[in-house]
């Protein structure tokens, strides 16, 4: 991976940023950081990682050579709170300047980051469950007084942060996310060859998502929705496509199997290629419990696949006005299977919401945007 040509990155000075997320598996936040340090490759900010799991992960070994340093270190759960001592030292032994903490490692990164004597702390909140106890809240003010930026992805979570958990307004910069609009993008061909690659018939519909198989992500959800949508008179057969891996991987696989759509489902398990999977679905579902600025989705938008989502994180905010249509509000999920339906019934209308929704992103959710951002404020301005 290289940096892109037509960024242009002009700090005051040269700046090393080091990355604090608490795994490096995979994900929308891992993906966001691999994202920025691509594209800042060639550009005066140079990048580091370090997880908090005591692992590299997937991601981190697949992207290590777009790193100054690639760590892994684990603190001691308790005493770290107080005292972050091993996260400290690893900070200094990069040498960096900024701090770029991700949803997880808050407090204790940022507590770290300033006995390492880093210059500059930023946090960005990539989302949260907004149930948050009161104990929590609290830690994240006194996280906050430590941070010289906290980031929220969402227009949504900037006034949650605000009004709820009550972080200063002075400290909050959203910066919604961004997708590679170049790697992201529709391609029949690509999409042919991942449904062969995986068994599925040419001539089958596709509903797909792709993500962690954990819980908050609700795929036993998307399950019963599939199973709604299998009862249904269809003009051709359709497939379940679940890409990513999990905790709920063999949860899941029971679920279809109670509920008799397992001959039609299809766990792929972790990709490598997620955006040949978005080109092999019609139809991208997210029913999630919660969610930030979800990059799954603008990925899948970006590939001009027909999305349908529930009403959570910034998914109304991400769709628009023009795409209202696709988003569906409450847990009325007998309502969603029927926008599931009717999405892929009408191949017209499909092909007009697969343009409206890559031409959303191209708009507003470039890769490059949320780039200069983040340098802006590596740099010391969030103008």
Do not use: C
């Given at each position: 991976m290289t940096a892109d040509s037509r960024l242009r990155i002009t700090p005051v000075a040269p700046r090393h940023v080091v990355h604090l997320v608490w795994n490096f598996d995979g994900g929308g936040l891992e993906s966001l950081v691999v994202a920025l340090a691509s594209r800042l490759q060639g550009t005066p900010i140079r990048t580091s990682v370090i997880s908090l799991s005591g692992r590299t992960g997937r991601i981190g070994e697949q992207t290590r050579g777009l790193y100054e340093h690639l760590l892994a270190v684990r603190p001691a759960r308790a005493v770290s709170m107080l005292y972050p001592g091993s996260l400290a030292r690893a900070i200094a032994g990069t040498g960096a300047d900024v701090a770029h903490l991700h949803?997880?490692?808050?407090?204790?990164?940022?507590?770290?980051?300033?006995?390492?004597?880093?210059?500059?702390?930023?946090?960005?909140?990539?989302?949260r469950e907004h149930h948050d106890p009161p104990t929590a809240r609290w830690l994240d003010r006194r996280a906050a007084a430590l941070t010289d930026v906290v980031v929220p992805v969402s227009t949504r979570l900037e006034h949650y942060l605000r009004d709820r958990v009550?972080?200063?307004?002075?400290?909050?910069?959203?910066?919604?996310?961004?997708?590679?609009?170049?790697?992201f993008a529709p391609d029949a061909a690509a999409g042919a060859a991942a449904r062969a690659r995986l068994g599925i018939p040419r001539d089958a519909f596709v509903l797909g998502s792709i993500g962690r198989l954990e819980r908050v992500k609700g795929f036993d959800r998307l399950l019963e929705v599939f199973a709604l949508v299998r009862r249904a008179p269809m003009a051709l057969p359709v497939v379940l496509l679940l890409c990513g891996d999990g905790a709920e991987r063999?949860?899941?696989?029971?679920?279809?199997?109670?509920?008799?759509?397992?001959?039609?489902?299809?766990?792929?398990?972790?990709?490598?290629?997620?955006?040949?999977?978005?080109?092999?679905?019609?139809?991208?579902?997210?029913?999630?419990?919660?969610?930030g600025l979800s990059l799954s989705l603008l990925e899948a938008m970006a590939c001009?696949?027909?999305?349908?989502?529930?009403?959570?994180?910034?998914?109304?905010?991400?769709?628009?006005?023009?795409?209202?249509?696709?988003?569906?509000?409450?847990?009325?999920?007998?309502?969603?299977?029927?926008?599931?339906?009717?999405?892929?019934?009408?191949?017209?209308?499909?092909?007009?919401?697969?343009?409206?929704?890559?031409?959303?992103?191209?708009?507003?959710?470039?890769?490059?945007?949320?780039?200069?951002?983040?340098?802006r404020l590596y740099a010391g301005s969030p103008d």
């Open positions: 949803s997880g490692v808050w407090y204790k990164g940022a507590r770290a980051a300033r006995m390492a004597g880093v210059k500059r702390v930023i946090f960005t909140e990539h989302g009550g972080i200063p307004a002075s400290k909050l910069h959203t910066i919604e996310n961004g997708v590679d609009t170049v790697r063999d949860a899941l696989r029971a679920t279809s199997t109670a509920l008799g759509i397992a001959d039609g489902v299809v766990f792929a398990g972790w990709v490598d290629r997620p955006e040949d999977m978005y080109r092999a679905m019609d139809v991208f579902a997210m029913t999630s419990r919660s969610e001009g696949v027909v999305p349908v989502v529930n009403d959570v994180g910034a998914n109304a905010e991400n769709l628009g006005p023009d795409l209202a249509s696709q988003l569906v509000r409450g847990d009325d999920w007998a309502h969603f299977a029927r926008v599931v339906i009717a999405s892929l019934a009408d191949r017209n209308r499909a092909v007009r919401v697969g343009e409206a929704g890559r031409r959303r992103v191209l708009e507003r959710y470039d890769l490059d945007r949320v780039a200069e951002a983040y340098a």
